[in-house]
């Protein structure tokens, strides 16, 4: 995937398919969008999607400034979708003053060289957002391409969309949270040592620190899957502070991998979060720490109906959740 970033100065080599937007989650309304960009490639266009860096709301001050999808998780979602080019267009006070219909026809058109273009209905563009898809649909019938507004897809009755996805997440609702965005949801970092009090107490733990821009669900032990160098492993995560162990109120995410014999240290890792298993809390020892976790584990190896003398040969488990 081609990824145009920092600049204005651009031209795409070849007609593209194009979508406008910020794909907060790539969840299945985006993918839905997504999809027809890649049946054009049929048609011998290549798949284009025009995004904004930063964000409108985090260049106005809008908002918390979190984000469902960092973006380096879009980047990597957007590729095993099968898009051929991302451009990450700086936004900055020009971007936000551009008429509409200069923003069709000169950055769609001229420089994305677009042949087609397809948008959800609550499409906005250019000056205030005054552009929407009336205005993009009358100009692809004077310029001669094709504008297509892809309705939103619905599941359980509601429309998926980011802010829905952020209120189940702010709930704890991994399971929602996985429906709405075909995926679960996930903390990718490096592994970072920690103060390895796990070892001390028998359960070893990988440390993640998530990008501040990144929103997380309510602090507290999950059931996680982690994907690293093509496996996928069980395990727990805690979301929080750790407030039993230290004092530093740094948000970390850190997985005690069920049965696991290894060294991660350093290594890129995705973590899946399946399943709010309970808050985070203070104990009042380390041992009534271990206990808890101890529990958490003998729940986990149900739930994954979990293996542990074959886990490293081949890590084998089943979701009961």
Known sequence: MQIISGTKDFQLGSPAAVAIGKFDGVHLGHQKLLHELIRRKEQGLSAAILTFHPGPEIFFGIGDGK???????????????????????????????????DFVRRILREQMRAEYVAAGPDLSYGRRGKGDFALLHAISRE??????????????????????????????????????????????????????????????????????????????????LVNV?????????????????????VTTAETHLL?????????DVETQLLHFRRPEQRFGSLEELQAAIQEDIRVGRQLFDWQPQTAQKNPEYRIKF
């Not at 496996?231 to 750790?242: A, F, Q």
């Open 67 to 101: 984000v469902l999808t960092t973006e380096e998780e879009k980047r990597r979602v957007f590729r095993e979708l099968g898009i051929d080019v991302l451009i990450e267009y700086p936004f900055d006070r020009d971007t936000a003053d551009t008429p509409p219909e």
């Open 143 to 224: 310029d001669g391409f094709e504008a297509e507004c892809i309705e939103k897809l619905r599941i359980e009755g509601k429309a998926v969309s980011s802010t829905r996805i952020r209120g189940l997440l702010r709930e704890g609702d991994m399971e929602g949270v996985t429906r709405c965005m075909g995926r679960p949801y996930s903390i990718m970092g490096r592994i970072r040592h920690g103060r390895e009090i796990g070892h001390r107490i028998g359960i070893p733990t990988i440390n993640q620190i998530p990008g501040e821009e990144k929103l997380l669900p309510p602090r507290g032990v999950y059931y996680a």
């Open 259 to 267: 049965d696991f014999d290894g060294d991660l240290y350093g290594r």
């Open 229 to 249: 160098d093509g496996r996928s492993y069980p395990g727990m995560t805690n979301v929080g502070v750790k407030p039993t162990v230290s004092g530093s109120g």
